[in-house]
Each structure stands twice: as C-alpha cells, then as structure tokens.
T-cell receptor
Framework: DTGVSQDPRHKITKRGQNVTFRCDPI?????LYWYRQTLGQGPEFLTY????????KSRLLSDRFSAERPKGSFSTLEIQRTEQGDSAMYLC????????????FGPGTRLTVL | AQSVTQPDIHITVSEGASLELRCNYS??????LFWYVQSPGQGLQLLLK??????LVQGIKGFEAEFKRSQSSFNLRKPSVHWSDAAEYFC????????????FGAGTTVTVRA
C-alpha cells in the first residue's frame, strides 16, 4: 500500500460546471477526511467519515458540496455549479481510529475555476 | 475563539544552521498538537505529535518540538538544517473531545540557502 491517493491531481473547469474528486484512503483506515487549502493558508476541515457514516460537516461545506463514502472505502467529493471562489487544493486524509488522530494526507486535487 | 498562530510567514536559514518555527494556540484546554511538512507537489507529512507526557517530542527527519503549557506554545526545532528541509511547515491542533478535527495554522515557508 502506497498511501492515500487522489484523482485527478488537477482539474480546470468553467464556472457553473460540476466536478467530482475521488480519494482512496490507506486500506485499513476507517476514518476519512476532506480539507480545502487556499493559497497562503493552512488546510481547513470540510468533513469527516467514520466507515461509511459522515459524522461531521463544516459550515464551509455549502449546499453545493456533497461528499460520500458509500462502502466505507473510497470517497468522492462533488461540487455543483462551481464558482471562482471554489478554486483551491482539495486534500483527503485517512486515519485509523486505533491510533489517535494520526492523519495521512494524499497529494491533493488542485481545482481551478475559470 | 480557538486559534492556531504561526507568527512567521517566511524564514530563510543557511544550510547547517539551526531552525526554530513558532506555534501558539488558543484553546480552552490543552489540545493534541502536531507539526506537518508540505513539500511542493507532495502531501502533508506528519513530523511529530504531542498528546501527553514528556514535553520534548522527537520526530522524523531530525526534528523536535517542545510543548510549553504556560506559553501555549509548541515550537519546532532542528539543530542543523539540510537543503531538503526547504518546505512549508504547518502547526496543527485538535481538541481532545473531537480529536479528528485538525485546525491548522497558516504555515511558515522555510527557504534554505547554501
């Protein structure tokens, strides 16, 4: 296992389009997280799954954003009707509930909304 | 309000010199504390973490950090930097009640000059 993977690594889209990102966590990890990172800032928490259950959503996650983890393995993050303000790096992380909050991050998906 | 502050946006250090990166937090109770490093095109990598016990924590790549409760600080140090240490460093905290929820500082960019 080579760690958390994310696809695509880069996405350029036009305003108003929908985009979907995928995250594959480390296989034995039951916790999965999404963060957003804008230029010059640290990552900001968006949402958290334990197995397939989405246990918390940040107020940053507007109605246009939806995340799923249908089988408790990979996760998708969809943004509908993208806006220029959605341009950011979207990071996925995973961890095991057996080890207190040691999160392993993927390389991220960089979204550019034109 | 809860916050994480990294006062230095950018630090330049000579190769072989020592490095100290500052982190201050404002939380109701001592949170879990972390330092992550992010290199260009790479995911965030955990350097070290503090949960309890010895206030001087050893991490990977020769880094250490010291927790000072009286100063609400968790500063990162390295005695002798290498050119490969050039990266962005993030301090992060998580409340003990919701340990999955990392809050990051804005980061410190480290440049290493020959």
């Amino acid at each position: 296992d080579t760690g958390v993977s994310q696809d695509p690594r880069h996405k350029i889209t036009k305003r108003g389009q929908n985009v979907t990102f995928r995250c594959d966590p480390i296989s034995e990890h039951n916790r999965l997280y999404w963060y957003r990172q804008t230029l010059g800032q640290g990552p900001e928490f968006l949402t958290y799954f334990q197995n397939e259950a989405q246990l918390e959503k940040s107020r940053l996650l507007s109605d246009r954003f939806s995340a799923e983890r249908p089988k408790g393995s990979f996760s998708t993050l969809e943004i509908q009707r993208t806006e220029q303000g959605d341009s950011a790096m979207y990071l996925c992380a995973s961890s095991s509930s057996k080890i207190v909050n040691e999160q392993f991050f993927g390389p991220g998906t960089r979204l550019t909304v034109l | 309000a809860q916050s994480v502050t990294q006062p230095d946006i950018h630090i330049t250090v000579s190769e072989g010199a020592s490095l100290e990166l500052r982190c201050n937090y404002s939380y109701g109770a001592t949170p879990y504390l972390f330092w992550y490093v992010q290199s260009p095109g790479q995911g965030l990598q955990l350097l070290l973490k503090y949960f309890s016990g010895d206030t001087l924590v050893q991490g990977i790549k020769g880094f250490e950090a010291e927790f000072k409760r009286s100063q609400s600080s968790f500063n990162l140090r390295k005695p002798s930097v290498h050119w490969s240490d050039a990266a962005e460093y993030f301090c992060a905290v998580a409340p003990r009640s919701n340990d999955y929820k990392l809050s990051f500082g804005a980061g410190t960019t480290v440049t290493v000059r020959a």
